[in-house]
């Protein structure tokens, strides 16, 4: 099992930053991809970006690309997700999540473990 834990979020106003945190515990060797997701009220949940875990090859979906950034730290077993430029668009939980199986980094159904989830609120 692969425990996953973010912290981060909180309310900012359109233009500025956050940083999310996600920390990973337990069989971590175990772990191919990480990613990050986010779900608005009412939406589905979406795909934000992805991570290897052993090449650092990052993925990003396009209405984030350019914004936000992916990393890892490999030693602290934590990846990153470096908002900038938020819009209230991007307003939702975000969930990390953690793959054993490579696949479609984009597809939530493909990653075993999630996070609880943290709230971003970005205010207009």
């Known amino acids: 099992q692969v425990r996953m834990v973010e912290s981060g979020g909180g309310l900012v106003q359109a233009g500025g930053s956050l940083r999310l945190s996600c920390a990973a515990s337990?069989?971590?060797?175990?772990?191919?991809?990480m990613g990050w997701f986010r779900q608005a009220p009412g939406k589905e949940r979406e795909f934000v970006a992805a991570i290897s875990w052993s090449g650092g090859s990052t993925y990003y979906a396009d209405s984030v690309q350019g914004r936000f950034t992916i990393s890892r730290d490999n030693a602290r077993n934590t990846m990153y997700l470096q908002m900038n430029y938020l819009k209230p668009e991007d307003t939702a939980v975000y969930y990390c999540a953690a793959s054993r199986f490579t696949g479609n980094y984009a597809a939530a159904k493909g990653y075993d473990y999630w996070g609880q989830g943290t709230q971003v609120t970005v205010s207009s």
């Open positions: 337990g069989r971590t060797f175990s772990i191919y991809i």
